[in-house]
């Protein structure tokens, strides 16, 4: 009996994900061609977008904050030992550019935003909205996924450029004003280190990270069922698939973009 | 305007099953244009499945239903869409945009499908409200309402853009004997003042009695009587009769079922 409760509980912790993956993707082939359909709101765009944007815009702002100064902080002090003070501007700025701020403006949306659409949909869900837009002859998918999926795709990437610079800053204060190293010094360094492709690869990266967290939020949102536990299980299943496959397509892109496969971007 | 108005829906043989549990074992019922048909019936009877049926949002194993001949569940999705507009549906719980305000629920559908100018929008949407009996409620947000005042803005809202047919969900189900003889009054009222077809899924005699043309009485999924609501009191069948005096011994004792 222990032993088949064990096997299932396994199974199901391989089961569930798929089946949540299964969901994002015929979720991402429905949106789609939705956008043409006319039957979403431009208003109901601007409202997503500020609630991507504006809303998220100073938690981001903070978190990147301390991050730069905490990449500051771990990294001159070894680099001094090394007499590479030099370079500290330079990889504070790939580290920011490549990797923190697209990933963490992604992390922090798939939990603030893509747990909130999940709830707010699911809700919809179990209170008849949803069959209330579809006795109007509206599609849901359209009315309420499309102003979702593209105001993500559209802020994550602002974020990510409000991220970057309040990092930036955050470093600056750490290597500049509190460890000596010279103003000049470090400008140089971060101009020297940093190419056009880290933009674009940093830019590409949280495109689609907006892209999964609304996605997921929704296609979560529309398999809930079961109540207000239902809403909630589905709650945290939107955040969990967001952040797995946040990280795996951040590898996917890094290995493309940095790590010389598939031919890369220049 | 002189436009197409739905005269008929027939039901054939409608079966739905979900896993073992066959809810409905094939339904067999005509609408007509113009009357309130009733379909009536205890709880877990399939009632609110069957109204499900009629506007598409669930399809069934087998059976049909025909909008004047046509069967809905051969439409393509575009047309599907465009059907669903002559229904105005009530659901039991009110199901209003809770993002919305009062007045943007009920303008809703009036946005979508009219070119109505926003000021006869907001005169349209001033009037429904007046009709139910809450004006001076358009700012606020659902859940600010109780639950009976949130049933008749969901009225307001489906009948707003003058549907062919409206279809109520359980309308008295949660409200007291006061709010409920209420329910039944209005819907009467805006059944007879607006001429629109009615559909009332319920569990309630006292409220098919008043408000009913036609009722059909359905018992696990199928339907055993149809008729006017005199032919159900005096029914002889065993199943009707027990559910009618189920009710008569609860008004002796005072209660409202």
């Not at chain 1, 593209?150 to 500049?176: D, H, K, Q, R, T």
């Not at chain 2, 279809?167 to 329910?183: K, Q, R, V």
Request: charged share 20%; glycine share 10%.
């Amino acid at each position: 009996m222990l032993l088949r409760r064990a096997v299932s509980g396994v199974g199901l912790l391989v089961v569930e994900p798929l089946l949540a993956v299964g969901r994002v993707s015929l979720h991402t082939a429905s949106v789609f061609p939705r956008i043409f359909s006319g039957d979403w709101e431009f208003d109901e765009l601007v409202g997503q977008m500020r609630e991507f944007g504006v809303s998220s815009l100073p938690m981001i702002l903070m978190v990147s904050f301390f991050m730069g100064m905490v990449v500051a902080v771990n990294t001159v002090g070894s680099f001094i030992r090394f007499g590479a003070e030099n370079y500290v501007g330079g990889i504070g700025a790939l580290t920011m550019v490549r990797e923190l701020s697209p990933l963490l403006s992604g992390i922090l949306i798939a939990g603030r935003i893509g747990s909130a659409m999940t709830a707010e949909i699911g809700s919809m869900k179990i209170t008849e909205q949803i069959d209330a837009l579809l006795t109007f002859g509206i599609d849901p998918v359209a009315y309420i996924g499309v102003p979702r999926v593209l105001a993500g795709i559209l802020m994550v990437p602002l974020l990510n450029i409000f991220s970057v610079v309040m990092g930036m800053i955050g470093e600056y204060v750490m290597a500049v004003m509190y460890s000596g190293i010279a103003s000049g010094v470090f400008h140089a360094s971060v101009a020297d280190f940093l190419e056009f492709k880290d933009v674009w690869g940093s830019l590409i990266k949280s495109v689609v990270f907006g892209f999964i967290v609304s996605v997921v939020g929704c296609a979560e949102g529309f398999a809930s069922s079961g109540g207000a536990r239902g809403v909630g299980y589905r709650t945290t299943m939107s955040v969990v698939v967001s952040i797995n496959l946040i990280l795996f397509m951040d590898y996917i892109i890094s290995l493309w973009i940095w790590g010389g496969v598939w031919g890369g971007i220049y | 305007m002189g436009r197409y108005i739905l005269k008929l829906i027939e039901i054939v043989d409608l079966k739905k099953s979900f896993g073992n549990k066959e809810v409905l074992k094939g339904i067999n019922l005509l609408i007509e244009a113009g009357k309130t048909t009733v379909i009536l019936g205890p709880s877990g009877s399939g009632k609110t499945l069957l109204l499900r049926h009629i506007i598409g949002l669930v399809s069934p194993d087998s059976g049909k239903v025909l909008l004047d001949g046509v069967n809905i569940f051969d439409m393509s999705e575009r047309e599907l869409k465009r059907v669903r507009r002559r229904f105005g549906m009530v659901f039991q719980m009110g199901a209003l945009f809770d993002s919305m305000t009062v007045a943007d629920n009920v303008a809703f559908g009036l946005k979508r499908f009219t070119r109505l100018s926003s000021d006869e929008v907001m005169r349209r949407v001033s009037s429904m409200l007046e009709l139910v009996g809450l004006s001076g409620t358009e700012m606020l947000y659902p859940d600010e309402l109780s639950g009976g005042m949130k049933k008749r803005v969901a009225i307001a809202r489906a009948l707003a853009f003058e549907p062919d047919i409206v279809l109520f969900d359980e309308p008295t189900t949660g409200l007291d004997p006061i709010s409920a003889a209420n329910m039944d009054r209005l819907i009467y009222d805006v059944v007879n003042s607006t001429g629109v077809t009615a559909v009332v899924v319920t569990h309630d005699l006292e409220s098919a009695s008043f408000v009913a043309d036609k009722v059909a009485m359905i018992y696990e999924g199928q339907i055993i009587q149809v008729g006017s609501m005199d032919e159900i009191l005096m029914s002889e069948n065993p199943i009707v009769k027990r559910f009618v005096e189920a009710r008569e011994r609860a008004v002796a004792d005072g209660k409202r079922v």
